[in-house]
């Protein structure tokens, strides 16, 4: 199960972190991804992390401002927003893949999905 916390609102140029904690024993093993779903467009990569936290991926138009990172101690996700702007105003979901077929940025990989968190960028 996953529980997604930490949405709110933020002015353009802020920041927000959005956290995903885990409930179980195998958070390892399962590679972390955050989507987004902005109203009335289809949900979007956001950024993935390896397992073990050694790689990380993000979509072009949040790479250099978001930050993706993992705690596998506590079993959490988190993903740290900066320079926030008006557009990156959504619903934002995590999500866990146990390793298949799909590309890291395709959501049909991923296998648990948490209930979402709303993040609003006011401009």
């Known amino acids: 199960q996953l529980q997604a916390s930490g949405g709110g609102l933020a002015q353009a140029g802020g920041s927000l972190r959005v956290s995903c904690a885990a409930s179980?024993?195998?958070?390892?093993?399962?590679?972390m991804g955050w989507f987004r779903q902005a109203p009335g467009k289809e949900r979007e990569f956001v950024a993935v992390i390896t397992k073990m936290g050694g790689v990380r991926y993000y979509a072009d138009s949040v790479k250099g401002r978001f930050t993706i990172s993992r705690d596998n101690i506590k079993n959490t996700v988190y993903l740290q927003m900066n320079s926030l702007k008006p557009e990156d105003t959504a619903v934002y979901y995590c999500?866990?893949?146990?390793?298949?077929?799909?590309?890291?940025?395709?959501?049909?990989?991923?296998?648990?999905w948490g209930q979402g968190t709303l993040v609003t960028v006011s401009s």
């Open positions: 999500a866990a893949d146990s390793g298949g077929s799909y590309s890291y940025n395709d959501d049909r990989g991923y296998e648990y």
């Open positions: 179980g024993r195998t958070f390892s093993s399962y590679v």
